[in-house]
Protein backbone atom coordinates (compact mmCIF):
# COMPACT_ATOMS: atom_id res chain seq x y z
CA UNK A 1 0.00 0.00 0.00
CA UNK A 2 0.95 3.21 -0.50
CA UNK A 3 1.08 6.20 2.30
CA UNK A 4 -0.55 9.40 1.76
CA UNK A 5 2.85 11.18 0.95
CA UNK A 6 3.73 8.78 -1.58
CA UNK A 7 -0.08 8.98 -3.07
CA UNK A 8 0.00 12.66 -3.41
CA UNK A 9 3.44 12.73 -4.84
CA UNK A 10 2.38 10.34 -7.76
CA UNK A 11 -0.60 12.66 -8.03
CA UNK A 12 1.07 15.83 -8.64
CA UNK A 13 3.76 14.32 -10.73
CA UNK A 14 0.85 13.05 -13.08
CA UNK A 15 -1.35 16.43 -12.85
CA UNK A 16 2.01 18.16 -14.02
CA UNK A 17 2.48 15.67 -16.81
CA UNK A 18 -0.90 16.22 -17.98
CA UNK A 19 -0.75 19.92 -17.69
CA UNK A 20 2.07 19.52 -20.26
CA UNK A 21 0.48 17.39 -23.02
CA UNK A 22 -0.71 19.24 -26.25
CA UNK A 23 -1.19 18.76 -29.98
CA UNK A 24 1.32 20.95 -32.03
CA UNK A 25 0.82 20.76 -36.30
CA UNK A 26 4.69 20.31 -37.73
CA UNK A 27 5.83 19.82 -40.73
CA UNK A 28 2.42 19.21 -42.60
CA UNK A 29 1.64 16.30 -40.02
CA UNK A 30 -0.44 16.81 -36.93
CA UNK A 31 1.42 15.21 -33.90
CA UNK A 32 0.73 14.81 -30.12
CA UNK A 33 3.54 15.03 -27.48
CA UNK A 34 3.22 14.05 -23.91
CA UNK A 35 5.46 12.24 -21.36
CA UNK A 36 5.04 8.09 -22.28
CA UNK A 37 3.54 7.82 -18.48
CA UNK A 38 0.32 9.52 -19.14
CA UNK A 39 0.22 8.51 -23.19
CA UNK A 40 -2.56 6.08 -22.37
CA UNK A 41 -4.66 8.52 -20.20
CA UNK A 42 -4.38 11.46 -22.75
CA UNK A 43 -7.01 9.98 -25.01
CA UNK A 44 -9.48 8.50 -22.10
CA UNK A 45 -12.99 10.14 -23.89
CA UNK A 46 -16.04 8.00 -24.27
CA UNK A 47 -15.07 6.14 -27.40
CA UNK A 48 -11.41 4.74 -28.87
CA UNK A 49 -12.79 7.61 -32.00
CA UNK A 50 -12.55 10.49 -29.32
CA UNK A 51 -9.65 12.45 -30.83
CA UNK A 52 -11.30 12.40 -34.30
CA UNK A 53 -14.65 14.34 -33.22
CA UNK A 54 -13.27 17.22 -34.67
CA UNK A 55 -13.70 15.64 -38.14
CA UNK A 56 -16.28 17.57 -39.82
CA UNK A 57 -16.26 15.98 -43.29
CA UNK A 58 -15.98 12.43 -42.94
CA UNK A 59 -14.10 9.32 -40.93
CA UNK A 60 -12.27 7.23 -43.34
CA UNK A 61 -9.39 6.31 -41.11
CA UNK A 62 -11.73 3.82 -39.01
CA UNK A 63 -12.71 -0.06 -39.50
CA UNK A 64 -15.49 0.13 -37.63
CA UNK A 65 -19.62 -0.27 -38.35
CA UNK A 66 -21.00 2.68 -38.62
CA UNK A 67 -23.27 4.51 -36.15
CA UNK A 68 -26.85 3.67 -37.32
CA UNK A 69 -25.50 0.04 -37.22
CA UNK A 70 -24.53 0.25 -34.00
CA UNK A 71 -27.72 2.08 -32.82
CA UNK A 72 -29.78 -1.35 -34.63
CA UNK A 73 -27.87 -3.00 -31.99
CA UNK A 74 -29.86 -1.67 -28.99
CA UNK A 75 -33.17 -3.52 -29.52
CA UNK A 76 -31.41 -6.43 -30.68
CA UNK A 77 -29.56 -6.64 -27.07
CA UNK A 78 -32.96 -6.04 -25.43
CA UNK A 79 -34.65 -8.56 -27.24
CA UNK A 80 -31.85 -10.99 -27.10
CA UNK A 81 -31.42 -10.52 -22.99
CA UNK A 82 -34.92 -10.98 -22.30
CA UNK A 83 -35.22 -14.30 -23.88
CA UNK A 84 -31.95 -15.38 -22.58
CA UNK A 85 -32.83 -14.08 -18.71
CA UNK A 86 -36.01 -16.33 -18.82
CA UNK A 87 -34.07 -19.77 -19.97
CA UNK A 88 -33.35 -21.91 -17.04
CA UNK A 89 -30.08 -21.61 -16.98
CA UNK A 90 -29.92 -18.09 -16.80
CA UNK A 91 -27.87 -17.49 -13.83
CA UNK A 92 -25.05 -20.02 -14.88
CA UNK A 93 -24.17 -16.98 -17.00
CA UNK A 94 -23.17 -14.83 -13.66
CA UNK A 95 -20.53 -17.82 -13.06
CA UNK A 96 -17.03 -18.81 -13.94
CA UNK A 97 -17.62 -20.35 -17.22
CA UNK A 98 -16.37 -23.57 -18.74
CA UNK A 99 -12.85 -23.24 -20.42
CA UNK A 100 -13.58 -23.31 -23.73
CA UNK A 101 -16.46 -21.14 -23.61
CA UNK A 102 -20.36 -21.37 -22.73
CA UNK A 103 -21.49 -24.61 -24.69
CA UNK A 104 -24.53 -23.07 -25.82
CA UNK A 105 -22.73 -20.17 -27.81
CA UNK A 106 -20.62 -22.26 -29.40
CA UNK A 107 -23.01 -24.43 -30.77
CA UNK A 108 -24.74 -21.87 -32.00
CA UNK A 109 -21.90 -19.99 -33.43
CA UNK A 110 -20.57 -23.33 -35.23
CA UNK A 111 -24.04 -23.73 -36.66
CA UNK A 112 -23.61 -19.86 -38.19
CA UNK A 113 -19.96 -20.19 -39.28
CA UNK A 114 -20.68 -23.42 -41.03
CA UNK A 115 -23.67 -21.72 -42.68
CA UNK A 116 -21.54 -18.37 -43.82
CA UNK A 117 -18.53 -19.85 -44.69
CA UNK A 118 -19.36 -22.70 -46.59
CA UNK A 119 -16.85 -25.13 -44.85
CA UNK A 120 -17.55 -27.35 -41.58
CA UNK A 121 -17.28 -25.69 -38.33
CA UNK A 122 -17.34 -27.86 -34.98
CA UNK A 123 -18.49 -26.29 -31.71
CA UNK A 124 -15.03 -28.37 -30.28
CA UNK A 125 -13.03 -26.65 -31.96
CA UNK A 126 -14.07 -23.35 -31.08
CA UNK A 127 -12.94 -21.01 -28.01
CA UNK A 128 -14.47 -18.19 -26.83
CA UNK A 129 -12.83 -14.65 -26.91
CA UNK A 130 -13.09 -11.18 -25.71
CA UNK A 131 -12.96 -10.30 -29.42
CA UNK A 132 -10.12 -10.55 -31.85
CA UNK A 133 -7.16 -8.48 -30.28
CA UNK A 134 -8.10 -10.86 -27.15
CA UNK A 135 -7.82 -14.54 -29.22
CA UNK A 136 -4.89 -12.84 -31.02
CA UNK A 137 -3.13 -11.96 -27.29
CA UNK A 138 -3.90 -15.08 -25.96
CA UNK A 139 -2.02 -16.66 -28.16
CA UNK A 140 0.79 -14.62 -28.26
CA UNK A 141 1.55 -14.51 -24.42
CA UNK A 142 1.10 -18.20 -24.33
CA UNK A 143 3.11 -19.48 -26.75
CA UNK A 144 5.64 -16.95 -27.16
CA UNK A 145 7.77 -14.58 -25.58
CA UNK A 146 9.81 -11.18 -25.63
CA UNK A 147 12.38 -11.70 -28.76
CA UNK A 148 10.65 -14.44 -30.26
CA UNK A 149 10.71 -14.54 -34.17
CA UNK A 150 6.87 -13.30 -35.96
CA UNK A 151 6.85 -13.10 -39.35
CA UNK A 152 4.75 -10.55 -40.89
CA UNK A 153 3.18 -9.26 -44.52
CA UNK A 154 4.41 -5.99 -45.55
CA UNK A 155 1.76 -4.38 -45.57
CA UNK A 156 0.00 -5.84 -42.89
CA UNK A 157 -2.67 -4.54 -40.28
CA UNK A 158 -0.88 -1.65 -38.66
CA UNK A 159 -2.07 -2.08 -34.70
CA UNK A 160 -0.62 -6.09 -35.15
CA UNK A 161 2.51 -4.24 -36.03
CA UNK A 162 2.75 -2.22 -32.65
CA UNK A 163 1.38 -5.26 -30.51
CA UNK A 164 3.78 -7.55 -31.47
CA UNK A 165 6.67 -5.40 -31.30
CA UNK A 166 5.93 -2.49 -28.93
CA UNK A 167 3.67 -4.59 -26.04
CA UNK A 168 5.41 -7.79 -26.69
CA UNK A 169 8.81 -7.17 -27.38
CA UNK A 170 8.72 -9.72 -30.36
CA UNK A 171 10.98 -9.56 -33.24
CA UNK A 172 9.25 -8.48 -36.17
CA UNK A 173 10.60 -10.07 -39.65
CA UNK A 174 8.99 -8.67 -42.76
CA UNK A 175 8.46 -10.82 -45.67
CA UNK A 176 7.28 -9.69 -49.18
CA UNK A 177 4.09 -10.11 -50.23
CA UNK A 178 1.92 -9.65 -53.58
CA UNK A 179 -1.40 -9.42 -55.03
CA UNK A 180 -1.85 -13.04 -53.80
CA UNK A 181 -0.39 -12.60 -50.17
CA UNK A 182 2.35 -14.18 -48.60
CA UNK A 183 5.30 -14.84 -51.40
CA UNK A 184 6.39 -18.34 -50.42
CA UNK A 185 9.36 -18.37 -51.25
CA UNK A 186 10.25 -15.35 -49.31
CA UNK A 187 8.98 -16.71 -46.41
CA UNK A 188 10.76 -20.17 -46.84
CA UNK A 189 14.00 -18.06 -47.04
CA UNK A 190 13.27 -16.28 -44.24
CA UNK A 191 12.25 -18.89 -41.84
CA UNK A 192 15.39 -20.63 -42.89
CA UNK A 193 17.60 -16.91 -42.52
CA UNK A 194 15.89 -16.81 -38.47
CA UNK A 195 15.98 -20.67 -37.97
CA UNK A 196 19.11 -20.01 -35.52
CA UNK A 197 16.87 -17.58 -33.23
CA UNK A 198 13.65 -19.32 -33.12
CA UNK A 199 12.58 -20.66 -29.60
CA UNK A 200 12.87 -24.17 -28.20
CA UNK A 201 9.66 -25.85 -27.94
CA UNK A 202 8.17 -28.35 -25.82
CA UNK A 203 4.70 -30.80 -25.20
CA UNK A 204 2.70 -27.70 -24.43
CA UNK A 205 4.30 -25.14 -26.41
CA UNK A 206 5.22 -27.03 -29.78
CA UNK A 207 5.81 -23.94 -32.35
CA UNK A 208 8.96 -21.62 -32.50
CA UNK A 209 7.67 -19.26 -34.30
CA UNK A 210 4.69 -17.37 -35.33
CA UNK A 211 3.25 -16.61 -38.41
CA UNK A 212 0.70 -13.31 -38.59
CA UNK A 213 -1.71 -13.48 -42.05
CA UNK A 214 -4.58 -11.87 -42.72
CA UNK A 215 -5.94 -14.34 -45.62
CA UNK A 216 -9.38 -13.34 -46.42
CA UNK A 217 -10.45 -9.25 -47.49
CA UNK A 218 -6.98 -8.29 -46.37
CA UNK A 219 -6.34 -4.69 -44.36
CA UNK A 220 -5.24 -2.56 -45.77
CA UNK A 221 -4.94 -3.91 -49.16
CA UNK A 222 -8.26 -6.29 -49.51
CA UNK A 223 -6.34 -8.90 -51.36
CA UNK A 224 -7.29 -12.31 -50.61
CA UNK A 225 -4.83 -15.24 -50.91
CA UNK A 226 -5.10 -17.81 -53.22
CA UNK A 227 -6.05 -21.44 -53.08
CA UNK A 228 -2.37 -22.14 -53.51
CA UNK A 229 -0.58 -19.92 -51.45
CA UNK A 230 -2.17 -20.81 -48.27
CA UNK A 231 -1.38 -24.53 -48.96
CA UNK A 232 2.52 -23.11 -49.67
CA UNK A 233 1.91 -21.51 -46.42
CA UNK A 234 0.36 -24.32 -44.46
CA UNK A 235 3.66 -26.42 -46.09
CA UNK A 236 6.06 -24.26 -44.73
CA UNK A 237 4.69 -24.35 -40.80
CA UNK A 238 4.44 -27.52 -40.80
CA UNK A 239 7.95 -28.38 -41.81
CA UNK A 240 8.99 -25.75 -39.17
CA UNK A 241 6.99 -25.87 -36.25
CA UNK A 242 5.33 -22.36 -37.15
CA UNK A 243 1.77 -21.38 -35.82
CA UNK A 244 -0.20 -19.48 -38.12
CA UNK A 245 -2.26 -16.87 -36.99
CA UNK A 246 -5.25 -16.00 -39.47
CA UNK A 247 -6.50 -12.82 -38.48
CA UNK A 248 -9.81 -13.94 -40.00
CA UNK A 249 -12.14 -11.10 -39.20
CA UNK A 250 -13.64 -10.09 -42.36
CA UNK A 251 -14.69 -13.32 -44.11
CA UNK A 252 -18.55 -12.93 -43.71
CA UNK A 253 -18.21 -10.32 -45.86
CA UNK A 254 -18.18 -10.98 -49.02
CA UNK A 255 -20.00 -8.40 -51.88
CA UNK A 256 -21.54 -9.09 -55.34
CA UNK A 257 -18.53 -9.96 -57.90
CA UNK A 258 -20.32 -7.05 -59.82
CA UNK A 259 -19.00 -4.74 -57.52
CA UNK A 260 -14.87 -5.82 -58.30
CA UNK A 261 -15.39 -6.00 -61.69
CA UNK A 262 -16.33 -2.26 -61.66
CA UNK A 263 -20.22 -2.58 -62.29
CA UNK A 264 -20.91 0.43 -59.69
CA UNK A 265 -24.78 0.64 -60.07
CA UNK A 266 -26.71 -2.47 -60.05
CA UNK A 267 -28.98 -2.57 -57.16
CA UNK A 268 -27.66 -4.55 -54.02
CA UNK A 269 -29.49 -7.24 -52.47
CA UNK A 270 -29.05 -10.06 -49.53
CA UNK A 271 -27.63 -12.57 -51.15
CA UNK A 272 -26.98 -16.27 -48.96
CA UNK A 273 -25.19 -17.88 -51.45
CA UNK A 274 -22.03 -15.18 -51.31
CA UNK A 275 -19.26 -16.94 -49.41
CA UNK A 276 -15.26 -15.78 -48.42
CA UNK A 277 -12.39 -17.69 -50.28
CA UNK A 278 -12.03 -20.99 -47.86
CA UNK A 279 -9.79 -20.12 -44.90
CA UNK A 280 -6.14 -21.12 -44.46
CA UNK A 281 -7.68 -23.60 -41.55
CA UNK A 282 -9.30 -25.60 -44.01
CA UNK A 283 -6.34 -26.27 -46.20
CA UNK A 284 -4.24 -27.08 -42.66
CA UNK A 285 -6.99 -29.16 -42.10
CA UNK A 286 -6.54 -31.06 -45.25
CA UNK A 287 -3.12 -31.12 -44.80
CA UNK A 288 -3.43 -33.26 -41.40
CA UNK A 289 -6.41 -35.19 -42.62
CA UNK A 290 -4.72 -38.04 -41.28
CA UNK A 291 -4.08 -36.86 -37.80
CA UNK A 292 -7.40 -34.45 -37.56
CA UNK A 293 -5.82 -33.62 -33.82
CA UNK A 294 -2.95 -31.58 -34.74
CA UNK A 295 -2.57 -28.42 -36.84
CA UNK A 296 -0.31 -25.00 -37.57
CA UNK A 297 -3.24 -23.20 -38.10
CA UNK A 298 -5.47 -20.97 -36.00
CA UNK A 299 -8.53 -18.92 -37.27
CA UNK A 300 -9.19 -15.45 -34.91
CA UNK A 301 -12.74 -14.10 -35.37
CA UNK A 302 -14.90 -11.71 -33.97
CA UNK A 303 -18.55 -9.81 -33.91
CA UNK A 304 -16.58 -6.39 -33.65
CA UNK A 305 -17.11 -6.26 -37.82
CA UNK A 306 -20.48 -7.67 -37.77
CA UNK A 307 -22.43 -6.14 -34.85
CA UNK A 308 -20.30 -4.15 -32.48
CA UNK A 309 -17.13 -3.85 -31.30
CA UNK A 310 -18.44 -3.01 -27.58
CA UNK A 311 -19.58 -6.33 -27.71
CA UNK A 312 -15.99 -7.63 -27.03
CA UNK A 313 -17.00 -11.34 -28.01
CA UNK A 314 -15.10 -13.55 -30.11
CA UNK A 315 -13.37 -16.89 -30.82
CA UNK A 316 -10.70 -19.01 -31.77
CA UNK A 317 -11.17 -21.96 -34.21
CA UNK A 318 -8.33 -24.81 -34.43
CA UNK A 319 -7.57 -28.06 -33.53
CA UNK A 320 -6.65 -29.63 -29.97
CA UNK A 321 -2.80 -29.31 -30.71
CA UNK A 322 -3.46 -25.55 -30.52
CA UNK A 323 -6.22 -24.84 -28.26
CA UNK A 324 -5.74 -27.80 -25.80
CA UNK A 325 -2.46 -26.22 -24.23
CA UNK A 326 -4.33 -23.16 -24.08
CA UNK A 327 -7.33 -24.63 -22.33
CA UNK A 328 -5.16 -25.95 -19.92
CA UNK A 329 -3.13 -22.74 -19.43
CA UNK A 330 -3.12 -21.03 -15.47
CA UNK A 331 -4.90 -17.61 -17.29
CA UNK A 332 -7.48 -19.92 -18.47
CA UNK A 333 -8.27 -21.94 -15.79
CA UNK A 334 -8.33 -18.63 -13.14
CA UNK A 335 -10.78 -16.60 -14.82
CA UNK A 336 -12.67 -19.45 -17.19
CA UNK A 337 -14.58 -18.76 -19.89
CA UNK A 338 -13.65 -15.59 -20.98
CA UNK A 339 -16.80 -13.42 -21.50
CA UNK A 340 -19.22 -16.03 -20.22
CA UNK A 341 -22.42 -13.36 -19.86
CA UNK A 342 -21.59 -11.34 -23.16
CA UNK A 343 -21.19 -15.19 -24.66
CA UNK A 344 -25.06 -16.07 -23.58
CA UNK A 345 -26.59 -12.85 -25.42
CA UNK A 346 -24.69 -14.20 -27.91
CA UNK A 347 -25.97 -17.77 -27.96
CA UNK A 348 -29.28 -15.22 -27.35
CA UNK A 349 -28.90 -13.68 -31.05
CA UNK A 350 -28.17 -16.59 -33.01
CA UNK A 351 -30.83 -18.31 -31.67
CA UNK A 352 -33.12 -15.49 -32.16
CA UNK A 353 -31.67 -15.51 -35.85
CA UNK A 354 -31.43 -11.19 -34.76
CA UNK A 355 -27.75 -11.91 -35.57
CA UNK A 356 -28.61 -13.51 -39.25
CA UNK A 357 -30.17 -10.95 -40.27
CA UNK A 358 -28.46 -7.97 -38.71
CA UNK A 359 -25.23 -9.35 -40.89
CA UNK A 360 -27.55 -9.73 -44.07
CA UNK A 361 -28.46 -5.99 -43.74
CA UNK A 362 -25.11 -4.52 -43.14
CA UNK A 363 -23.66 -6.53 -46.13
CA UNK A 364 -26.14 -4.84 -48.16
CA UNK A 365 -25.18 -1.21 -46.58
CA UNK A 366 -21.56 -1.94 -46.91
CA UNK A 367 -21.97 -2.75 -50.41
CA UNK A 368 -23.86 0.31 -50.81
CA UNK A 369 -21.24 2.15 -49.28
CA UNK A 370 -18.69 0.60 -51.57
CA UNK A 371 -20.46 1.39 -54.78
CA UNK A 372 -20.89 5.29 -53.54
CA UNK A 373 -17.04 5.44 -52.69
CA UNK A 374 -16.05 3.52 -55.98
CA UNK A 375 -18.38 6.15 -58.49
CA UNK A 376 -16.73 8.72 -56.94
CA UNK A 377 -13.36 8.02 -57.26
CA UNK A 378 -13.95 6.55 -60.39
CA UNK A 379 -15.25 10.42 -61.09
CA UNK A 380 -12.82 12.19 -59.27
CA UNK A 381 -9.56 10.45 -58.87
CA UNK A 382 -6.81 11.54 -61.12
CA UNK A 383 -5.68 8.71 -64.06
CA UNK A 384 -2.59 8.53 -61.95
CA UNK A 385 -3.87 6.56 -58.91
CA UNK A 386 -4.36 2.60 -59.02
CA UNK A 387 -7.15 1.34 -56.94
CA UNK A 388 -9.42 -1.67 -56.90
CA UNK A 389 -13.43 -1.93 -56.03
CA UNK A 390 -13.90 -4.37 -52.74
CA UNK A 391 -14.54 -7.84 -53.18
CA UNK A 392 -15.00 -7.78 -49.24
CA UNK A 393 -14.33 -6.21 -46.32
CA UNK A 394 -13.84 -2.73 -44.89
CA UNK A 395 -10.95 -1.41 -46.99
CA UNK A 396 -9.95 0.41 -50.43
CA UNK A 397 -6.24 0.57 -51.08
CA UNK A 398 -5.20 3.65 -53.02
CA UNK A 399 -1.71 3.91 -54.87
CA UNK A 400 -0.51 7.51 -55.20
CA UNK A 401 1.53 8.80 -57.79
CA UNK A 402 5.46 8.40 -56.70
CA UNK A 403 5.64 11.97 -56.07
CA UNK A 404 2.74 12.36 -53.32
CA UNK A 405 3.03 11.27 -50.21
CA UNK A 406 0.48 9.49 -47.92
CA UNK A 407 1.12 10.71 -44.48
CA UNK A 408 1.48 14.39 -46.29
CA UNK A 409 -2.06 13.86 -47.82
CA UNK A 410 -3.60 12.42 -44.80
CA UNK A 411 -2.30 15.81 -42.55
CA UNK A 412 -3.87 18.08 -45.68
CA UNK A 413 -7.30 15.74 -45.43
CA UNK A 414 -6.96 16.48 -41.70
CA UNK A 415 -7.24 20.29 -42.19
CA UNK A 416 -9.99 19.77 -44.43
CA UNK A 417 -11.80 17.60 -41.80
CA UNK A 418 -11.20 14.06 -43.65
CA UNK A 419 -9.34 11.24 -41.99
CA UNK A 420 -8.02 8.07 -43.92
CA UNK A 421 -4.33 6.25 -43.03
CA UNK A 422 -1.71 6.40 -44.93
CA UNK A 423 0.29 3.19 -46.40
CA UNK A 424 3.57 3.39 -44.34
CA UNK A 425 0.97 3.23 -41.08
CA UNK A 426 0.86 -0.68 -41.99
CA UNK A 427 4.47 -1.61 -43.37
CA UNK A 428 6.37 -2.45 -40.79
CA UNK A 429 9.74 -0.93 -42.54
CA UNK A 430 8.29 1.94 -43.46
CA UNK A 431 7.50 1.35 -47.01
CA UNK A 432 4.68 2.20 -49.18
CA UNK A 433 4.47 6.31 -48.61
CA UNK A 434 2.42 6.42 -51.86
CA UNK A 435 -0.16 5.07 -50.64
CA UNK A 436 -3.63 5.15 -48.52
CA UNK A 437 -6.22 3.10 -47.04
CA UNK A 438 -9.46 4.33 -47.34
CA UNK A 439 -12.41 2.75 -45.06
CA UNK A 440 -15.98 2.76 -46.48
CA UNK A 441 -18.45 1.04 -43.83
CA UNK A 442 -18.39 3.78 -40.93
CA UNK A 443 -20.13 6.88 -43.36
CA UNK A 444 -23.36 7.10 -44.93
CA UNK A 445 -23.36 7.14 -49.17
CA UNK A 446 -23.57 10.79 -49.53
CA UNK A 447 -20.76 11.50 -47.57
CA UNK A 448 -18.68 9.29 -49.30
CA UNK A 449 -19.14 10.31 -53.06
CA UNK A 450 -18.51 14.21 -51.23
CA UNK A 451 -15.15 12.45 -49.48
CA UNK A 452 -14.08 10.50 -53.02
CA UNK A 453 -14.50 14.26 -54.20
CA UNK A 454 -12.27 15.79 -51.94
CA UNK A 455 -9.54 13.15 -51.37
CA UNK A 456 -9.39 13.74 -55.47
CA UNK A 457 -8.83 17.74 -54.92
CA UNK A 458 -5.93 16.90 -52.62
CA UNK A 459 -4.57 14.61 -54.78
CA UNK A 460 -4.35 16.41 -57.38
CA UNK A 461 -3.13 19.80 -55.54
CA UNK A 462 -0.07 17.72 -54.54
CA UNK A 463 1.04 16.65 -58.27
Sequence with gaps: MLCGAAKSSILSSVKRATRQTHWRYESSQLKRSAPPAVMANVTDGKTLFEDLKFLTQANLAVGSPGPKELEACREMMVKATAWRMQQPDAASLFQYGSRSGLPGFREKLAEFLTSHYGDSVSADSLMTTAGATSGFSMLASYYFSAGDVVFVEDTTYFLAINYCRKDCGFNVVCVPSDENGYIPSELERLVAEHRASFRQCGEAKPFKAMVYAIPTYHNPTGRCMTAERCNEVVRIAKANDLLVVC?????????????????????????????????????????????????????????????????????????????????????????????QLMAGLGEALLHLGLQQKHLAECRVKYENRAKALCRSFKQHLPAEVEWKPPAGGYFIWLKLPENVDGAELKALALKDGLSLSPGIASSPEGKFRNYCRVGFTYEEEDVLEKAGEAIGKLIRSMM
Design 247 to 339: DDVYNLLPYSPKLRNGDFEFESKEDSSLKAPLRMLHYDRLANASTPSFGNVVSVGTFSKILAPGARLGWLEGSDYVLGPLRGSAFVQSGGSVQ
